[in-house]
């Protein structure tokens, strides 16, 4: 298969870990027979320097005519001070939007390699935590109508939803249970808000469709509580754009392993954007420091979602797996102080991170 992928490494460690996920995709093509094809493009910060805009039409351009886009991370403190219309992070609504992505998968998954990280008492993990988020991506108060007054004194951000916008991510939803524990539930406020209400309505007319989904709804105050509580009754998660992000971070927090998880954004059709759940890291960019297994990780995503390559998506997960089983960690997942020093050379960098993953697919 020929794959053409758009990549953005956009800024602080983006380039970084974006060149390892190339790297072991290239590894994976090897080993299977596939040719991947990438093209560049700039946004983020990076892209503000170059061009003034932090999403270039052309990147878009780009990006929509490829088969799937790999981003690194946006933004860093050098951009933070300009306005809301000019920040790295509108490159990510506008990629978003422009790609019409409207699901996003965000897997929490504590690997049990690393569970020693994980900020929970052992006895809350015992089973293990593998949470899938399904965040709402293209609609909500992220993307309705805001504004001030003329005083500039008073200020507002509205949460609209419709319901076809509503269906097709429930049923992501619902078609991401079935591949689990097929366990769905719902995170809204439909004690106070409308949209929420509307979302219950249309999960309940949808349920039907899928009678061996079990299906739950929660207010999202009680869902941040019970993340830390009990996450083990989660298994996929349905949720609008804002209490998607909020939840997705603490999910992600709580697995220990926010270094090593992935991220998918899918639409109806063309191409999937595929990132690493970390930020851009700019403290560390460029040093060889950074954990590329994320990005590798988001890379399996994209060869499933994208081009229904589960076997080698497969083997990439196994050659990471393989690699954390012998010990080797880059410095965000080596524990604590004593830990790190007991690790001697297995405490490896960016690029040694990347061949050592490469090595493993070589072997698989
Ligand atoms: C995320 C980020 C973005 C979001 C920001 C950087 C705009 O927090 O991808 O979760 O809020 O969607
Ligand atoms: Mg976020």
Do not use: W
């Given at each position: 298969m020929n794959c053409k992928i758009t990549?953005?490494?956009?800024?602080?460690?983006?380039?970084?870990?974006?060149?390892?996920?190339?790297?072991?995709?290239?590894?994976?093509?090897?080993?299977?027979?596939?040719?991947?094809?990438?093209?560049?493009?700039?946004?983020?910060?990076?892209?503000?320097?170059?061009?003034?805009?932090?999403?270039?039409?052309?990147?878009?351009?780009?990006?929509?005519?490829?088969?799937?886009?790999?981003l690194g991370a946006v933004g860093g403190p050098k951009w933070d001070t300009l306005p809301g219309a000019k920040r790295p992070e509108k490159a990510l609504l506008g990629l978003r939007a422009g790609m019409k992505v409207y699901a996003n998968l965000r897997p929490a998954l504590m690997?049990?390699?690393?569970?020693?990280?994980?900020?929970?008492?052992?006895?809350?993990?015992?089973?293990?935590?593998?949470?899938?988020?399904?965040?709402?991506?293209?609609?909500?108060?992220?993307?309705?109508?805001?504004?001030?007054?003329?005083?500039g004194d008073a200020a507002w951000d509205t949460e609209a939803y419709s319901r076809p916008e509503i269906e097709r991510v429930v049923k992501i939803g619902f078609e991401s249970a079935m591949k689990r524990q097929k366990r769905l539930c719902v995170v809204d406020k439909a004690n106070i808000l409308e949209t929420s209400r509307l979302w219950r309505e249309v999960a309940e007319s949808m349920k039907g469709k899928w009678p061996e989904?079990?299906?739950?709804?929660?207010?999202?105050?009680?869902?941040?509580?019970?993340?830390?509580?009990?996450?083990?009754?989660?298994?996929?998660?349905?949720?609008?754009?804002?209490?998607?992000?909020?939840?997705?971070?603490?999910?992600?927090?709580?697995?220990?392993?926010?270094g090593m998880l992935a991220s998918a954004s899918l639409g109806d059709s063309g191409p999937g954007l595929y990132e690493p759940i970390h930020g851009s890291a700019p403290d560390i960019a460029g040093k060889d420091l950074a954990n590329p297994l994320a990005t590798i990780l988001t890379c399996a995503m994209l060869l499933r979602f994208s081009f229904g390559l589960s076997r080698e998506a497969d083997a990439i997960e196994k050659a990471v797996s393989k690699v954390l089983d012998a010990g080797w960690r880059t410095g965000d997942i080596a524990g604590s102080a004593a830990d790190r020093a007991a690790l001697g050379d297995r405490l490896v960098g960016t690029r040694k991170m990347g061949d050592l993953v490469i090595a493993a697919i070589e072997a698989l």
């Open positions: 990549t953005i490494p956009g800024d602080g460690i983006g380039p970084d870990i974006v060149r390892e996920g190339c790297r072991a995709l290239d590894a994976i093509g090897k080993k299977f027979g596939h040719g991947f094809e990438y093209t560049e493009v700039k946004a983020g910060g990076c892209a503000i320097d170059a061009t003034g805009e932090p999403l270039p039409k052309e990147s878009l351009e780009a990006c929509v005519a490829s088969d799937a886009v790999l690997f049990p390699q690393l569970s020693a990280a994980c900020p929970l008492k052992p006895e809350i993990v015992k089973d293990g935590l593998d949470i899938l988020i399904v965040r709402e991506l293209t609609g909500g108060i992220y993307f309705g109508d805001r504004g001030r007054n003329a005083a989904v079990e299906l739950s709804y929660m207010y999202v105050d009680n869902a941040a509580m019970q993340l830390v509580r009990n996450p083990g009754q989660f298994d996929v998660i349905v949720t609008s754009n804002m209490f998607g992000d909020i939840l997705s971070d603490e999910a992600s927090q709580i697995t220990g392993s926010i």
